[in-house]
Nanobody, 111 residues
Framework: QVQLVESGGGLVQPGGSLRLSCVAS????????MAWFRQVQGKQRELVAV?????GTSYVDSVKGRFTISRDNATVYLQMNSLKPENTGVYSC???????WGKGTLVSVSS
């Protein structure tokens, strides 16, 4: 059974940085692309960044140049720099093309 556990969220001031981690159990991890999504209460979950099994990356326009997604063994990371209040939300990791989701970690950007 695959489990995804996120960590690294918290409260940070605008302009600050956070590094999110998602640890995946199970052998599925290396075969699939992994993604980070953000959800704000009352709104649909939105894609933030994707990293392929080969390490290729893509980002939503609003975070390009500020966020970096990467993966290493059984962990996928999201380095978030120059954070803005609009980056606030619950960040979840996802195994692309499957029904596997983590429970998420809350990021709050506020002064």
């Amino acid at each position: 059974q695959v489990q995804l556990v996120e960590s690294g969220g918290g409260l940070v001031q605008p302009g600050g940085s956070l590094r999110l981690s998602c640890v995946a159990s199970g052998s599925i991890f290396s075969m699939y692309a992994m993604a980070w999504f953000r959800q704000v209460q009352g709104k649909q979950r939105e894609l933030v960044a994707v990293v392929t099994s080969g390490g290729g990356t893509s980002y939503v326009d609003s975070v390009k140049g500020r966020f970096t997604i990467s993966r290493d063994n059984a962990t996928v990371y999201l380095q978030m720099n120059s954070l803005k209040p609009e980056n606030t939300g619950v960040y979840s990791c996802h195994v692309v093309g499957t029904t596997y989701w983590g429970k998420g970690t809350l990021v709050s950007v506020s002064s």
